[in-house]
């Protein structure tokens, strides 16, 4: 093995290559692994900023709802609804709904107004709101006369009635029915 200078200059500059490679890759890996600790840093940071903040928040929230029950009990003496102020049921709640008496004010009345548009059968003749629409046959509700209302109802009631469900629930509603108006006379009677 005969080793000329020039072999031995290319060994040498490869083994520096080698060399220089490795510590290129030795110093990336350092670099990152500190990026990465100050990412760490920077998020533990961020949390400890936010607890601090939370912790502000909630002390002064507290010394404010101790000045406020001080400025409450020095000049407004409210105090905190007790059991006694609660409604028990349904009928507790009915009795507040009385009839105004003879010194009430009138209730609120609503406004509306008329407007000159033509009716293209978008709307209804009497009112502002939209009318509705049948989507099989394209005829608005106002088109549909009172007659055609009626005999639509009596078909279905036929319908219903022809079942023996039907006739069961039929016979239900006319009893509901009765039932009902005699509640309205026995109430009625009590007032």
Same mark, same amino acid.
């Given at each position: 093995?005969?080793?000329?200078?020039?072999?031995?200059?290319?060994?040498?500059?490869?083994?520096?290559?080698?060399?220089?490679?490795?510590?290129?890759?030795?110093?990336?890996?350092?670099?990152?692994?500190?990026?990465?600790?100050?990412?760490?840093?920077?998020?533990?940071?961020?949390?400890?900023?936010?607890?601090?903040?939370?912790?502000?928040?909630?002390?002064?929230?507290?010394?404010? *709802?101790?000045?406020?029950?001080?400025?409450?009990?020095?000049?407004?003496?409210?105090? /905190?609804?007790?059991?006694?102020?609660?409604?028990?049921?349904?009928?507790?709640?009915?009795?507040?709904?009385?009839?105004?008496?003879?010194?009430?004010?009138?209730?609120?009345?609503?406004?509306?107004?008329?407007?000159?548009?033509?009716?293209?059968?978008?709307?209804?003749?009497?009112?502002?709101?939209?009318?509705?629409?049948?989507?099989?046959?394209?005829?608005? /509700?106002?088109?549909?006369? /009172?007659?055609?209302?009626?005999?639509?109802?009596?078909?279905?009631?036929?319908?219903?009635? *022809?079942?023996?469900?039907?006739?069961?629930?039929?016979?239900?509603?006319?009893?509901?029915?009765?039932?009902?108006?005699?509640?309205?006379? /026995?109430?009625?009677?009590?007032?």
């Amino acid at each position: 093995m005969n080793l000329t200078r020039d072999r031995v200059r290319s060994l040498g500059w490869i083994c520096v290559m080698v060399v220089g490679i490795a510590v290129f890759v030795a110093l990336t890996l350092r670099v990152n692994a500190v990026k990465s600790e100050v990412h760490s840093a920077d998020r533990s940071i961020a949390s400890l900023e936010r607890q601090i903040n939370f912790l502000e928040t909630e002390f002064q929230t507290r010394s404010n *709802q101790q000045a406020l029950k001080q400025l409450n009990a020095l000049e407004f003496g409210y105090k /905190a609804p007790g059991a006694a102020q609660y409604i028990e049921g349904e009928r507790q709640l009915a009795a507040l709904g009385a009839a105004p008496g003879p010194d009430a004010p009138a209730p609120i009345r609503y406004a509306s107004v008329e407007t000159d548009l033509p009716s293209d059968g978008a709307r209804e003749e009497g009112g502002s709101l939209l009318a509705m629409v049948n989507p099989v046959s394209g005829a608005t /509700a106002a088109a549909v006369s /009172a007659e055609e209302r009626a005999e639509e109802k009596r078909r279905q009631r036929e319908r219903a009635a *022809q079942t023996e469900e039907g006739k069961r629930l039929a016979s239900e509603a006319d009893d509901l029915g009765k039932r009902l108006a005699s509640i309205d006379l /026995a109430e009625a009677a009590q007032q």
